[in-house]
């Protein structure tokens, strides 16, 4: 009963860093591209090379921040001075952006680009996998930590929207009160049972280089990366200027921001339902299947809403969003745990999940940019859905299925790693 009740206690602080940072990532995502349209006056290209930048900027920051997080494992040092950083994001929209805009919007993407990228697309593996691990050490299932993040996203929806259209600029100060609430529960709620840790890892300082680069001799981490390059990096750059397409189909582009909102509330709403039972569905169907599942019905969604003839269709296939983020989230982290050495999580999870779907955002953000403006929205996403479409097929030919004794070794690990510090403990009294 003891034992139960501190993995409750120890759980909720998940949850609510998850609610905490990725409120960040929804407003900054679903709203930047607008506040750039409306506020500092910048076109589809000019905002396509900002989010180029970020992409471009994270390919440096994630393979180092992989290879620091394995060697961390629960130290907390790298995941802070991302939250701290986030405190930043209201003053520097506020008061540095426009300045700098000023001078030259292309050293405006370069500046704004390495600082959401440090906070979001290079620290989001930072964030996920110092969860992944702790749901490992305390006995909880990740996906139900990430309800905090689909919670965030309703949220973010219903609150961005109306503030937006009461003062653009405080989007971005609730940037700063989330930073500084995640920053609190990093230094004083999330614990981690550390008896338990060699669950998530080794703990014995044994992780070397010569067997982080092992990694990039492995067939399969390719066969992910490449997967992610043409599914999930290709779902961001459809999603960061969708707001202004979705706007076309309205008479005034404030109708068009409300109901984005509303669409946005419903779709995390049914992401935050579906990651309750996610865990149990990927255990029966095989995280394998759930990633294929993901990249067909990102296909599906992003063809859709080019052929959509009203905006009413358009909201259908947008709310498809609800099912995919839950399959990829749960899927992904399943997937790496099984496939891979558990001990190289961070690295495997920022190189293939995060660094290669960077290196084609940071390539596709700025062409689609100018693919709107040249050839129109519809024209690109059935452009964009078509190399999913190719790009997951491949994967069900080459993807390997993850070894379900995997977990098996990580719990043998752990039981050596307790026989040796007893075994030490022994030896010292005697």
């Not at 990725?22 to 995502?29: G, H, K, L």
């Not at 996906?143 to 503030?163: E, N, Q, T």
């Not at 070397?208 to 492995?218: A, G, N, R």
């Not at 399943?334 to 290196?359: E, P």
């Amino acid at each position: 009963m003891d034992s139960a009740k501190t993995e409750s206690k120890h759980f909720w602080g998940f949850p609510l860093s998850h609610f905490s940072y990725f409120f960040i990532w929804a407003v900054v995502n679903g709203y930047l591209t607008l506040w750039m349209e409306q506020v500092a006056h910048l076109n589809g290209t000019e905002s396509g090379a900002v989010f180029s930048m970020m992409a471009g900027i994270s390919l440096i920051f994630q393979p180092i921040f992989g290879v620091v997080s394995d060697k961390l494992l629960f130290k907390k040092n790298l995941i802070l001075t991302i939250a701290i950083v986030g405190i930043f994001i209201g003053p520097y929209f506020q008061w540095v952006f426009m300045p700098i805009l000023h001078i030259n919007a292309f050293l405006v993407a370069i500046v704004t680009g390495t600082f959401l990228s440090f906070i979001l697309n290079g620290g989001v593996s930072v964030i996920e996998q110092y969860v992944q691990r702790a749901s490992l050490a305390n006995g909880f299932e990740y996906a139900h930590s990430r309800v905090g993040g689909s919670v965030a996203g309703v949220v973010a929806s219903l609150v961005a929207g109306r503030i937006f259209l009461w003062k653009p600029n405080s989007i971005f100060w609730a940037c700063t009160i989330a930073a500084i609430i995640l920053t609190f529960l990093l230094l004083f709620s999330d614990k981690v049972n550390l008896d338990n840790a060699a669950a998530a890892g080794d703990t014995s300082d044994s992780l070397d280089m010569k067997t982080v680069l092992s990694v990039f001799k492995l067939k399969n981490l390719w066969v992910l990366a490449i997967f992610y390059m043409g599914a999930s990096a290709l779902f961001d750059v459809f999603d960061q200027q969708f707001i202004t397409f979705f706007k076309t189909f309205f008479d005034t582009a404030a109708q068009g921001t409300l109901v984005y909102s509303y669409m946005s509330s419903a779709q995390t709403a049914i992401e935050f339902c579906l990651m309750f039972p996610m865990p149990w569905i990927i255990n029966k169907i095989g995280s394998r299947n759930g990633l294929l599942i993901y990249g067909f019905i990102t296909c599906i969604r992003i063809l859709g809403s080019a052929l959509s003839p009203n905006w009413i269709w358009v909201v259908g296939f947008r709310l498809l969003a609800g099912l995919e983020m839950p399959l990829l989230l749960t899927s992904i982290m399943k997937y790496i745990a099984g496939a891979f050495d558990i001990r190289l999580y961070a690295t495997v999870y920022a190189l293939a999940s995060n660094f290669a779907k960077q290196v084609s955002v940071f390539i596709f953000s700025t062409v689609a940019g100018r693919m709107y403006d040249v050839i129109g929205y519809q024209h690109t996403y059935i452009i964009m859905g078509i190399v999913v479409f190719f790009i997951t097929l491949f994967a069900v030919f080459f993807l390997k299925k993850e070894d379900p004794i995997q977990p098996v070794k990580s719990r043998i690990l752990m039981l050596k790693l307790k026989w040796k510090r007893l075994l030490q403990l022994i030896v010292v009294n005697e």
